[in-house]
């Protein structure tokens, strides 16, 4: 029955949070956004006291739950894991805990979050990784299966669904996530718990209090007659079956070994296992163990699926493709070189967008305007920023300051946004279609929200010649729409210049 409880509570939030990262409308974060906050890292950034106080409480009553039930990359390996199984059973074997590579990357990991080395951190982090798993590897297919929807609704006159754009925002965010993936998924098909009990800081660090669990599994030993079906079936290789001990550290109380012990000699309870006297102790070393058939010389199998993830990414390109008025190709915009970059309105600064930042990805994949998009830049690689090739911030959208559960950019009302300045706009020339073309357009000003930009004559002494935008900073927000709505190509003629630290006009 516990098993039974803690898979369906599993699957609730394992389903839930991959929604999250799919769902492009944002509509499911009202519900469920709760789930993304009470993840480890992103309560312990976003200084949360009472999630971390409640994470911790469970981990002293329960062992590592969280692992099994609360975190989705624990839960992702499961179900790699339990794939695995259904083609070998009882694969696994005890193993002893590697305690310094566990207790070294967590200092990496560490040391890493202090110096603000973000790579690093968002590479460990459980959570993180599997967010951008599902925001780069999975994301697509669920777009593209929402954009055959759209097309054939609209078939029958029906706008149910509308199409989205599918395209990658980070080349170097998308290989890190799929060699994160297939790395996991190799783990896990192999050897179960393997990252969760070696790398992953979090597990370390409620490993580390597991210890101390009141409720726990344990061994009877009066009823155990030796079969180490438990430790065959432990995918964090924790239980000694000679030894009948168990590792606290590594156990994530999945209950497998409850359910596979044929004795009743595992329980999950509080108080200590009744202990085999000498003489039946004695008498069971010389009864040979029932089933202790263990299985060995078997080869283990390669998983080599998985490959075929990416062969999106030669074919995005083709949804990329706009042509103007069905004759010719509209050049794409090139990201202009910005001194200082760009981060959304709420993350007040960018010291705090990479102190709090844990690369999950989650802004990014409820942006509805496709602003924003992971850094490439190796310093903050994987921290979002923004862009306004193929939109811009509008004033109204607070999307990705509602859902961001580690504080990196804060809850902003649309009011505040309007009169919060990430950055100014600045006219590039040489680039304006007045000069390289001669003709009027002034779409920067028709389009800014705020009236920060005014169109004077280019010779002020000639009353005929063509206009210029002149830009009030005072008054300019950065939003960007002035930069995504300017006809020159395949650089801007204005562009937004970022302010390491927000102001408000």
């Known amino acids: 029955m516990l098993r039974k ?21 944002g509509t499911l974060h009202a519900w469920f956004g709760w789930m993304a906050q009470v993840q480890f890292l992103p309560a312990l950034l976003a200084v949360n006291a009472g999630i971390l106080v409640l994470l911790l409480l469970l981990t002293v009553l329960f062992g590592r739950v ?32 590697l305690a310094w590579l566990r207790y070294g990357v ?24 599997y967010g951008r798993i599902v925001s780069n590897l999975f994301a697509p297919f669920y777009q593209w299966g929402n954009n055959l929807m759209a097309y054939l609704a609209e078939r029958m006159d029906s706008y149910a669904f509308y199409t989205v754009d599918v395209w990658v925002k980070s080349g170097a965010t998308l290989a890190v996530a799929a060699v994160t993936c297939v790395v996991l998924v190799v783990l896990a098909w192999r050897n179960g718990r393997t990252y969760c009990n070696t790398i992953c800081p979090v597990g370390t660090i409620l ?12 061994i009877d ?72 058939d263990v299985q060995s010389g078997t080869s283990r199998r390669k998983f080599l699926s998985l490959v075929g993830v990416m062969a999106y990414a030669a074919t995005v390109r083709a949804q990329e493709k706009k042509v103007d008025g069905g004759l010719a190709v ?9 001194t200082t970059p760009l981060t959304p309105p709420g993350s007040l600064a960018a010291r705090n967008m990479e102190a709090h930042c844990t690369g999950c990805q989650l802004c990014v994949a409820v942006c509805p305007n496709q602003v924003l998009r992971p850094s490439g830049k190796l310093m903050t690689l994987m921290v979002p920023e923004m862009s306004y090739e193929r939109g811009y911030c509008r004033p109204e959208c607070t999307k990705c300051s509602e859902v961001c559960p580690a504080g990196a950019i804060r809850p902003i009302t649309a009011a505040d946004k309007a009169a919060t300045q990430i950055g100014h706009a600045v006219w590039i020339a040489e680039n304006c279609v007045v000069n390289t073309d001669g003709v009027d357009c002034g779409n920067c000003a028709r389009h800014c929200p705020t009236g920060a930009i005014h169109m004077v004559h280019k010779n002020p002494d000639q009353p005929d010649s ?10 300019c927000i950065g939003c960007g729409a002035c930069e995504n709505l300017c006809p020159s190509r395949p650089f801007s003629a204005i562009y937004v210049e970022g302010h390491r630290r927000h102001r408000t006009i």
């Open 5 to 25: 409880i803690r898979i369906a509570v599993a699957t609730l939030f394992f389903t839930m949070i991959t929604l999250l990262f799919l769902d492009f409308t």
């Open 66 to 97: 969280y692992c099994s039930v609360i975190c989705p990359l624990g839960v992702f390996q499961d179900v790699v894991s339990w794939t695995a199984a259904r083609r070998r059973k009882n694969r696994f074997a005890y193993s002893r805990a």
């Open 106 to 129: 967590l200092a990496l990991f560490v040391v890493a979050m202090v110096a603000h080395f973000k790579p690093v951190a968002a590479l460990l982090a459980p959570y993180s990784a």
């Open 207 to 218: 490993g580390f209090v597991s210890r101390f669990a009141i409720f726990k599994p344990r």
């Open 221 to 292: 030993t009066s009823k155990c007659n030796g079969c180490g079906l438990c430790a065959r079936n432990c995918k964090a290789s924790c239980i000694d079956a000679k030894a009948h001990e168990i590792d606290y550290s590594r156990c994530v109380a999945c209950m497998d070994c409850l359910g596979k012990c044929r004795q009743g000699a595992i329980a999950f309870s509080h108080k200590p296992a009744a202990k085999r006297d000498s003489a039946d102790a004695g008498a069971a070393a010389v009864k040979p163990a029932a089933g202790a």
């Open 330 to 338: 509209i050049e794409d915009k090139k990201i202009p070189n910005r």
């Open 466 to 475: 063509p206009l210029i935008p002149v830009v009030n900073e005072e008054r």
